[in-house]
């Protein structure tokens, strides 16, 4: 993922079913322009992330939350920001429209 994001200028990236938020946090200490949105259906998981961005000194740029990655109608509003930003467009048509 992080090999894929080089070149193409990505600002913003939104991790559906992030876990404890290793992609983003690693992404971000690699880009200091770099903000992410992290999305999980587990709490505990989004707890371990949210403090694994606190301890890597990437709070500031990162937000994981709890949703369902099966129900994106349901995601928080931070989420669906996310997605308009997307800079790829082929990845933007992966993404559900709704």
Do not use: Y
């Amino acid at each position: 993922m992080l090999q894929a994001m080089q070149g193409r200028k990505v600002k913003r990236m939104l991790d559906v079913g992030c876990g404890g938020g290793q992609l983003i946090v690693d992404a971000c200490l690699r880009d200091p322009s770099l903000t992410g949105v992290g999305i999980d259906i587990d709490r505990n998981a989004i707890a371990w992330a949210n403090d694994l961005a606190r301890r890597s000194g990437v709070a500031d740029r990162v937000e994981f939350v709890v949703g369902d990655a099966f129900a994106p109608k349901t995601w928080p509003a931070v989420c669906t920001e996310s997605r308009r930003s997307v800079h790829d467009e082929r990845a933007a048509r992966a993404l559900p429209a709704w």
